[in-house]
């Protein structure tokens, strides 16, 4: 099975800040990666599918890159909004995996 | 507007069984395939099972082959999540989620999900 490892996981940041989350996986995945926000006592919303692609109605500070192993979740600037639990998802292979998440606060 | 909610949650023994249902609404759900997830409490999401859009083909996490099965009726748009032989480590919010049509298995749609307490 993949694993996918997040780093960190837990980060502080500012309002404003350009805040860059990993996600590695344990095989190449190509570009078959997900990556979901998660607020306290809801449920998780897709963010980029892809590895870049942006989910409709995302706002565009949010960015994913990445290919085969080495995966990145970038927010340009951060806002109050954003303050949540990121995680990745591969979907190259099953059993389908996420990573452990990470979780961005003030 | 796609919605997504799940019943038959509950408290159960160690041992014993449930049998969660997904009511889907606004989209064509035969089309698309569809998947469960779960979230102990405090931990991250874990990926459970995925049925295509036929009922024909299911995938299963190591953690729950051959205790649970993933079933479909698309004549009452629902999906199904039959767990048998329930342990402790099986407690979780569990999430009906909707996959996409495009290549690729993610989640587009979640459930508010339901919980599964299994504990004596």
């Known amino acids: 099975a993949i694993q996918l490892t997040q780093s960190p996981s837990s980060l502080s940041a500012s309002i404003g800040d350009r805040v860059t989350i990993t996600c590695r996986a344990s095989?190449?995945?190509?570009?078959?990666l997900a990556w979901y926000q998660q607020k306290p006592g809801k449920v998780p919303k897709l963010l980029i599918h892809?590895?870049?692609s942006l989910e409709s109605g995302v706002p565009s500070r949010f960015s994913g890159s990445g290919f085969g192993t080495d995966f990145t979740l970038t927010i340009s600037s951060l806002q109050p909004e954003d303050f949540a639990t990121y995680y990745c998802?591969?979907?190259?292979?099953?059993?389908?995996?996420f990573g452990g998440g990470t979780k961005v606060e003030i | 507007e796609v919605q997504l909610v799940e019943s038959g949650g509950g408290l159960v023994q160690p041992g014993g069984s449930l049998r969660l249902s997904c009511a889907a609404s606004?989209?064509?759900?035969?089309?698309?395939?569809m998947h469960w997830v779960r979230q102990a409490p405090g931990k991250g999401l874990v990926w459970v099972s995925r049925?295509?859009?036929?009922?024909?083909?299911?995938r299963y996490a190591d953690s729950v082959r051959g205790r649970f099965t993933i079933s479909r009726d698309n004549s009452e748009n629902t999906l199904y999540l039959q767990m048998n032989s329930l342990t402790i480590e099986d407690t979780a919010v569990y999430h009906c989620?909707?996959?996409?049509?495009?290549?690729?298995?993610?989640?587009?749609?979640w459930g508010p999900g339901i919980l599964v307490t299994v504990s004596s």
């Open positions: 892809d590895a870049s």
């Open positions: 049925i295509n859009s036929d009922g024909t083909d299911t």
């Open positions: 989620t909707r996959d996409p049509n495009t290549p690729g298995a993610f989640f587009d749609y």
């Open positions: 095989k190449g995945i190509s570009r078959a």
């Open positions: 998802q591969q979907f190259n292979e099953y059993p389908l995996s």
């Open positions: 606004g989209f064509t759900f035969d089309n698309h395939w």
